[in-house]
């Protein structure tokens, strides 16, 4: 009976963390603008300082992880590019059918072309470790170049996988504080309501309800506008 009275509306709003902490924001500023109280605008506003600040960081993270992304998709790049070009060579210094041209490619040289970020280490390794291995033919420089090639790439990728673990981390930190900041809002919802009992309606100017009007559809379905608990 009081089943959907009970829940905590702001627990399941389908708000971006962004529009949540701008709805949260707009709910401590209408709290002081409309004399809601002092408590209860004391207890949510480090919560909501909090949450933006993580938010802050987590876009941050964000941003970073993107950028390392780049970053390896043009260092991987830059390398299959090198190795094409590099494969006359190798030819040149020995015949494919020969042993020692299958060391750089025991599964023909499109292995390299369709090389995926998963295995591209392996190969680059590989491909650096036959180089080396065969100086006398092909020279210094490509061995050189493949062993600096190996070395960013692992740094790279380490880059990017620390970043990722960190946003990762952030993440769910975040959704801690806004589960937390959701109950806080629904202690003020209460308390509000109880504070104006003779008239619920009032408690809406405490609460930005255009932004539940646009902000909370689901699959084309009318916004679930929180309500006051009835008596």
Do not use: W
């Not at 209408?30 to 938010?55: D, H, M, R, W």
């Not at 991987?76 to 494919?96: C, L, N, Q, T, W």
């Not at 937390?180 to 309501?193: E, F, P, S």
């Amino acid at each position: 009976m009081f089943r959907g009275h009970l829940a905590n509306p702001f627990d399941s709003l389908r708000f971006s963390h962004a529009n949540f902490n701008t709805f949260a924001e707009r709910h401590i500023a209408l709290l002081g603008s409309f004399n809601g109280s002092a408590e209860l605008l004391a207890a949510t506003t480090p919560i909501v300082e909090s949450y933006k600040l993580l938010l802050t960081d987590m876009s941050s993270h964000e941003g970073r992880k993107q950028a390392k992304t780049v970053s390896v998709n043009e260092l991987v790049k830059e390398i299959k590019k090198y190795i094409s070009r590099k494969g006359g060579v190798v030819a040149d210094a020995f015949p494919a059918t020969s042993p020692t041209y299958q060391e750089f490619y025991p599964h023909g040289r499109s292995e390299y072309t369709l090389a995926a970020k998963k295995n591209i280490q392996v190969l680059v390794e590989r491909f650096r470790d036959a180089c080396l291995n065969h100086q006398a033919e092909l020279g210094t420089d490509i061995g050189t170049k493949m062993t600096d090639f190996a070395q960013r790439l692992a740094n790279t990728r380490k880059l990017q996988i620390d970043n990722v673990g960190n946003v990762k981390d952030k993440s769910s930190v975040l959704d801690g504080v806004r589960k937390q900041l959701a109950k806080q809002m629904y202690v003020n919802l209460l308390t509000l309501t109880l504070k104006n009992i003779d008239n619920t309606e009032y408690v809406h100017n405490y609460y930005d309800t255009s932004m539940l009007k646009h902000g909370n559809r689901k699959n084309g379905a009318e916004p679930e506008t929180p309500q006051a608990p009835q008596a």
